[in-house]
């Protein structure tokens, strides 16, 4: 079992910078490729940015991989979002996620949907102002 909670979440205004972070439970963390996720008002829930176990893999989504940037620091149990140039339709719920590491696919792309993770965490409210 893996508890994720969400933080640093905010109002902030078109161009500013945010930095989300995930914490987690367990003592598996380097386990679990990490991924974000968010969802605006009113649409489905989108893949934002994973990272395998190790970090040596990563995937972003198309609209965020120049201004956004995945980390994690398994000794801490911390997965981290860094993003920049925020612009309104940034705003959203962002959700992280923690996933069992499978082998043999394509990582970027079964990694990039929602199914593989097992766990979530309850989300944080990020809204940019134009």
């Known amino acids: 079992q893996v508890q994720l909670v969400e933080s640093g979440g905010g109002l902030v205004q078109a161009g500013d910078s945010l930095r989300l972070s995930c914490a987690a439970s367990?003592?598996?963390?380097?386990?679990?490729?990490m991924g974000w996720f968010r969802q605006a008002p009113g649409k489905e829930r989108d893949f934002v940015a994973s990272i395998s176990g190790t970090g040596g893999s990563l995937a972003y989504a198309d609209s965020v991989k120049d201004r956004i940037t995945i980390s994690r620091d398994n000794a801490k149990n911390t997965a981290t979002l860094q993003m920049n140039s925020l612009k309104p339709e940034d705003t959203a719920v962002y959700y992280c996620?923690?996933?069992?590491?499978?082998?043999?696919?394509?990582?970027?792309?079964?990694?990039?949907?929602?199914?593989?993770?097992?766990?979530w965490g309850q989300g944080t409210q990020v809204t940019v102002s134009s």
């Open positions: 367990g003592r598996t963390f380097g386990y679990f490729v």
């Open positions: 996620a923690a996933a069992p590491t499978r082998y043999g696919v394509d990582w970027a792309v079964y990694f990039s949907g929602s199914q593989p993770y097992r766990y």
